[in-house]
């Protein structure tokens, strides 16, 4: 049992009382346990990121980043690439920006010699070089993702094929406690993992790290196929992957909606271009909607979507940070008539769409307080606005990471009864969100158990596993 005392909720100066894992009394005074000042910080529901790669966020950990930001052109390419440590060199975050579209015989000239894969930082690429190549290809006949010349050679380039690529890769575990501490420095308390490659043996993994105590948040698994719920973490949506460069026609697209329901769950469909959306939206009218179903990113939305998306019921998961990330590419890329449906927020809330809020990490930051900064700046790195109409006021972003797993677009608030996921910040919130930053949690709880505090407040604790 703990008493949080003097902390900031819902605008008032109050005491919580932790018990059990739960939020069991809110008053002024409270004694009868240890007490953890809060000076006045605000006290908030922990934050949930609703979509991001916990796996591919661990690999990036332990990867060279080669986005435009981070190399820059050609030379830092190569520069980054010949840094690199290791026998495998691992690269993400490409964008054609740097050094023009890559295959094998690009990256054999940057890297000769020791095997190099770059992923783009869409997530669908892999592009490997000719000795990493040796290493993966397989002898008789190659998997659809490979792609392959007019001749037939492969051109270094895997679509979509994480997880052929990971069965021929050299074992490499990867490393979910620097994840979960990374995110609970964030005051993360909850994520959905949203890939579609998720299965038996990455679950299990993700089981292990929740035993452990390595990953402490909350888990929701989305998968592309069957998955079976376990104590270590809940099942949500069937993801489906659509691709701009292979869109499915709409009877395929149905029949795994079909799919799922068979499964008994709801879909999310991964859609970033106003071609997919068109589909998906047919889509949805041949094969009616349930609760739960979402749009992931929902990068581009023509405003003739939006009562769409309102009539069907479907949930808006988009990222915000991208607009902050990659802003200055998409104001040099995208037709300027098509820039204020990028990444929409506030038009969809004002139509009452539900929207939820994630980082889609490692493809942005895993940083959701850079991304509440976004959702109400709305500006780029150097300083351009992209659809200024769709800022969100400042607690209004931060809400975007407030809902839960099951009801991404219902922000939960501090109550009694509640499960004792929670986030302190050091500043009142009105503080806090003038300048959102992640320096700004004091502390993190996640089932009344500190997994993160900035300066110890919290007594240490010893039980680790499965939250109640
Ligand atoms: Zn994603």
Known sequence: MVIIADAEVAGHRVDVRIDGGRITEIGRRLCGAPVVGAAGGALIPGLHDHHLHLLALAASMTSVAVSPEAAGNGAGLRAALNAASGSWIRATGYHDSVAGPLDRDVLDRLEPRRPVRVQYATGSLWVLNSAALRLVLPPGDLPPCVERDAVGAPTGRIWRGDDWLRGRLPADPPDLGAVGALLARHGVTGVTDTSA????????????????????????????????????????????????????????????????????????????????????????????????????????????????????????????????????????????????????????????????????????????????????????????????????????????????????????????????????????????????????????????????????????????????
């Open 197 to 468: 490659t998720t299965g038996t043996a990455q679950a299990s993994l993700f089981a292990a790290a929740v035993q452990s105590g390595n990953l402490p948040q909350r888990l929701t698994l989305m998968s592309g196929g069957r998955l079976t719920a376990a104590p270590e973490y809940a099942v949500g949506s069937v993801k489906i992957l659509l691709d701009d460069h292979d869109l499915p026609d709409i009877d395929d697209l149905v029949g795994r909606i079909r799919q799922a329901r068979a499964w008994g769950r709801p879909v999310a469909v991964h859609c970033v271009t106003a071609g997919e959306l068109a589909i998906i939206l047919a889509a949805f009218d041949v094969e009616a909607t349930r609760p739960g179903d979402r749009i992931e990113h929902g990068g581009v939305i023509p405003v003739e979507a939006i009562p769409e998306l309102r009539r069907l019921g479907l949930t808006v998961v988009t990222q915000p940070g991208f607009i902050a990330e990659r802003g200055d590419r998409y104001v040099r890329e995208v037709d300027p008539v098509d820039l204020p449906d990028l990444y929409r927020c506030a038009s969809l809330i004002r139509a009452g769409v539900a929207v939820a809020g994630s980082t889609d990490a490692p493809y942005s930051a895993p940083d959701p307080w850079s991304a509440v900064a976004a959702a109400i700046s709305r500006r780029t790195r150097s300083g351009r606005t992209i659809g200024w109409d769709e800022a969100l006021p400042p607690e209004a972003a931060l809400d975007l990471f407030l809902g839960s797993a099951e009801h991404p677009a219902i922000p939960r608030r501090i109550a009694v009864g509640m499960p004792a996921d929670l986030c302190l910040l050091r500043l009142p919130l009105c503080e806090a969100l003038a300048a959102p930053h992640a320096h700004n949690v004091a502390a993190t709880l996640i089932g009344g158990r500190a997994v993160y505090q900035a300066e110890p407040l919290f007594e240490p604790q010893e039980t680790a596993g499965v939250l109640p």
